[in-house]
C-alpha cells in the first residue's frame, strides 16, 4: 500500500460536498463516495479528524433579518445532523467514529475535550468535531483551524467546491490565475477568501499548513494524504 505522507489529519468538508448532485440534504450515494476515499486513508495508518459544514442544510449569513447569533446556532445544530450521517456511514465501512461536539448534547455526542480527542486519535478511532468553535460569528473553517491547533494536526485538508485558490473569482474573472502554492500572508494581504480569513490568521499565527483542493474527486482526498499535487498548497 501507497505510504501516506502525513500521521495526523484534519479533513475539513463542506456541508455542501454531502448534498452531491441534489445540493440540498444528505446524498448517500456522494457520502459512500467520500468515506470510500476515507477509508482507504484510514487503511494507511493516518489519525483522522474530520469538521464538516452545514451549508447543504443552512448558512448562518442566511438568516436575513435573524438575530445573528441565533442564526450561527442553528447552523452550527446543521453540523451535528451532518456529522451523525458521517459517523453512520464511517462505522458502514467498519471505521469506529467518536461525534464530539463543542455544544453538550450527551444523547448523541460526547462533549468536546481536548484531551479526550487526542486519545480517540491514538486508539485509531476516527473523531468528528460538531459545531464549530460552539461559538457564534466563526465558520467551520475557523473551527477546523482551531481543532486542528489544539490536536497538533500535521495539516488541514480543506475539501472544498473550488478546486484551489485563484488571484480573483474565477467565475467572475476567467483570467484568474490558480495557486499551487501560496503564503497565509499573501492570502490575507490579497483577501483571497476560498478560506475564511478568520482561519486563515489561525493557521498562520499556530504554523499549521493546509492544502485546498475539490471534493468533486473524492480521490483528491487519498492523493492530499500521500503529498500528490492537488489543489493549492498553503503554508507559513
Same mark, same amino acid.
Given at each position: 500500500?501507497?505510504?501516506?505522507?502525513?500521521?495526523?489529519?484534519?479533513?475539513?468538508?463542506?456541508?455542501?460536498?454531502?448534498?452531491?448532485?441534489?445540493?440540498?440534504?444528505?446524498?448517500?450515494?456522494? /457520502?459512500?463516495?467520500?468515506?470510500?476515499?476515507?477509508?482507504?486513508?484510514? @487503511?494507511?495508518?493516518?489519525?483522522?479528524?474530520? /469538521?464538516?459544514?452545514?451549508?447543504?442544510?443552512?448558512?448562518?449569513? &442566511?438568516? @436575513?433579518?435573524?438575530?445573528?447569533?441565533?442564526? &450561527?446556532?442553528?447552523?452550527?445544530?446543521?453540523?451535528?445532523?451532518?456529522?451523525?450521517?458521517?459517523?453512520?456511514?464511517?462505522?458502514?465501512?467498519?471505521?469506529?467514529?467518536?461525534?464530539?461536539?463543542?455544544?453538550?448534547?450527551?444523547?448523541?455526542?460526547?462533549?468536546?475535550? @481536548? *484531551?479526550?480527542?487526542?486519545?480517540?486519535? *491514538?486508539?485509531?478511532?476516527?473523531?468528528?468535531?460538531?459545531?464549530?468553535?460552539?461559538?457564534?460569528?466563526?465558520?467551520?473553517?475557523?473551527?477546523?483551524?482551531?481543532?486542528?491547533?489544539?490536536? #497538533?494536526? #500535521?495539516?488541514?485538508?480543506?475539501?472544498?467546491?473550488?478546486?484551489?485558490?485563484?488571484?480573483?473569482?474565477?467565475?467572475?474573472?476567467?483570467?484568474? /490565475?490558480?495557486?499551487?502554492?501560496?503564503?497565509?500572508?499573501?492570502?490575507?494581504?490579497?483577501?483571497?477568501?476560498?478560506?475564511?480569513?478568520?482561519?486563515?490568521?489561525?493557521?498562520?499565527?499556530?504554523?499549521?499548513?493546509?492544502?485546498?483542493?475539490?471534493?468533486? &474527486?473524492?480521490?483528491?482526498?487519498?492523493?492530499?494524504?500521500?503529498?500528490?499535487?492537488?489543489?493549492?498548497?498553503?503554508? @507559513?
Amino acid at each position: 500500500m501507497s505510504k501516506a505522507k502525513y500521521n495526523r489529519i484534519l479533513l475539513k468538508l463542506s456541508g455542501e460536498a454531502l448534498a452531491g448532485v441534489k445540493g440540498f440534504g444528505i446524498d448517500s450515494n456522494t /457520502v459512500a463516495k467520500i468515506v470510500g476515499s476515507i477509508e482507504v486513508v484510514y @487503511k494507511m495508518g493516518v489519525q483522522i479528524a474530520i /469538521v464538516v459544514g452545514a451549508g447543504n442544510f443552512w448558512r448562518g449569513r &442566511d438568516g @436575513k433579518g435573524m438575530d445573528r447569533s441565533t442564526a &450561527d446556532h442553528m447552523g452550527m445544530l446543521g453540523t451535528v445532523i451532518n456529522s451523525l450521517a458521517l459517523q453512520d456511514a464511517l462505522e458502514k465501512f467498519n471505521m469506529p467514529t467518536r461525534v464530539m461536539s463543542a455544544i453538550p448534547m450527551d444523547r448523541i455526542a460526547e462533549p468536546y475535550i @481536548k *484531551r479526550k480527542a487526542v486519545s480517540h486519535l *491514538r486508539n485509531n478511532e476516527i473523531v468528528i468535531f460538531a459545531c464549530g468553535t460552539g461559538n457564534p460569528f466563526f465558520s467551520t473553517d475557523t473551527g477546523a483551524a482551531l481543532r486542528a491547533a489544539e490536536i #497538533d494536526a #500535521d495539516i488541514i485538508l480543506f475539501a472544498k467546491n473550488i478546486d484551489g485558490i485563484y488571484s480573483d473569482d474565477p467565475k467572475k474573472n476567467p483570467d484568474a /490565475v490558480k495557486y499551487d502554492t501560496i503564503t497565509y500572508h499573501e492570502v490575507l494581504m490579497n483577501k483571497l477568501a476560498a478560506i475564511d480569513l478568520t482561519a486563515t490568521s489561525l493557521c498562520l499565527d499556530n504554523e499549521i499548513p493546509s492544502l485546498l483542493f475539490a471534493l468533486e &474527486d473524492p480521490s483528491n482526498i487519498v492523493d492530499a494524504v500521500m503529498g500528490k499535487s492537488t489543489g493549492t498548497f498553503i503554508k @507559513k
